[in-house]
């Protein structure tokens, strides 16, 4: 199992940047996948951008140009590089890890985009 604790998010105007940091309790390498997921109020929690750990990456359409994850496969640490940020991208942004052993999610950060 591993533990994950986001941070970084908060409150900016549209068309601002945020940089969200996903703290894992040990090495993620060997972690096969991790990913970004955000839940918008009255909404199903929905992926946002994976990457494996050969730094293979995906990202949903409506961040594609926009969002960057990347992952420091030495250390504990994903993040997403958020630019350009729209009011849509208001969300709780979670963290997750998934092996064939487990599937760990973080707490989730809040991130706010204002008009």
């Known amino acids: 199992q591993v533990q994950l604790v986001e941070s970084g998010g908060g409150l900016v105007q549209a068309g601002g940047s945020l940089r969200l940091s996903c703290a894992a309790s040990r090495t993620i390498t060997g972690i096969n996948v991790m990913a970004w997921y955000r839940q918008a109020p009255g909404k199903q929690r929905e992926p946002v951008a994976t990457i494996t750990g050969a730094g293979s990456t995906t990202y949903t359409d409506s961040v594609k140009g926009r969002f960057t994850i990347s992952r420091d496969n030495a250390g504990k640490t994903m993040y997403l590089q958020m630019n350009s940020l729209k009011p849509e991208d208001t969300a709780v942004y979670y963290c997750?890890?998934?092996?064939?052993?487990?599937?760990?999610w973080g707490q989730g950060t809040q991130v706010t985009v204002s008009s």
């Open positions: 997750n890890a998934w092996s064939p052993h487990f599937n760990s």
